[in-house]
């Protein structure tokens, strides 16, 4: 089916252990978006890619690193998971056609605990 | 700069209405508004483009003021179905990067 889906669904893992978030989309969206929720910050950007093998930083990139190898995937890896982290983390894409005026899809997020 | 949602939380009757505000110290390009229900990812309700264009979405309608820098959904004859937090999204800058800055929510909860 097409959409955008996210693994693991939830996630425990320890301080100091690296941990990667998938994230897949079969619309051939360009853009693509990497959040983290917490209460009372709304979403917050931590990776935006534009296509693939471009990308930037957003808000709160700091312990995060992705890649984007192919169009339709956009990996979030923690390196080292630290307690702040633990977090609801969502993907999402838009179509670059409209720019800005077009809406972001988002997956069904991950929810990470750091113990 | 994130933009500023208005109020916090609000809690409702069914059948009452709601209006929920986004406010930004920056130039506003456009808005998007998202619903979220409690434990699902944020879905898009609307886009409101520069103009004032009021747009609508079942009996949820916003409107769109840049010279005020805001805009403003509203939630008529709420159900049950509207409780949720809803975010306003504005693209960061002119350029369309397709990113975008989230306020930090508004709790609504339409109770029977």
């Known amino acids: 089916d097409a959409g955008i889906t996210q693994s693991p669904r939830y996630k425990i893992t320890e301080t100091g252990r690296q941990v990667t978030l998938m994230c897949h989309q079969t619309?051939?969206?360009?853009?693509m978006f990497w959040y983290r929720q917490d209460l009372g910050h709304g979403l917050r950007l931590i990776y935006y890619s534009a296509a693939a093998d471009i990308t930037d930083k957003g808000e709160v990139p700091d312990g995060y690193v992705v890649s984007r190898s192919k169009t339709e995937n956009f990996p979030l890896t923690l390196e080292s998971a630290t307690r702040s982290q633990t977090s609801v983390y969502f993907c999402?894409?838009?179509?670059?056609?409209?720019?800005?005026?077009?809406?972001?899809?988002f997956g069904d997020g991950t929810r990470l605990s750091i113990l | 700069q994130q933009p500023v949602q208005s109020p916090q939380a609000v809690i409702l009757r069914e059948g009452e209405d709601a209006v929920i505000n986004c406010s930004s110290s920056k130039a506003l390009y456009s808005v998007h508004w998202y619903r979220q229900k409690h434990g699902e990812a944020p879905v898009f309700l609307m886009i409101?483009?520069?103009?004032?264009e009021q747009k609508g979405h079942e009996k949820i309608s916003a409107s769109f003021n840049e010279k005020k820098q805001q805009s403003s959904l509203y939630l008529t004859a709420s159900q049950l179905s509207y409780s949720g937090t809803y975010f306003c999204g504005t693209p960061e800058g002119p350029s369309n990067t397709g990113k975008l800055i989230f306020g930090q929510g508004t709790t609504l909860q339409v109770k029977p």
């Open positions: 409101l483009l520069k103009g004032g």
């Open positions: 619309w051939s969206h360009s853009y």
């Open positions: 999402a894409s838009s179509d670059p056609v409209g720019g800005n005026n077009q809406p972001q899809h």
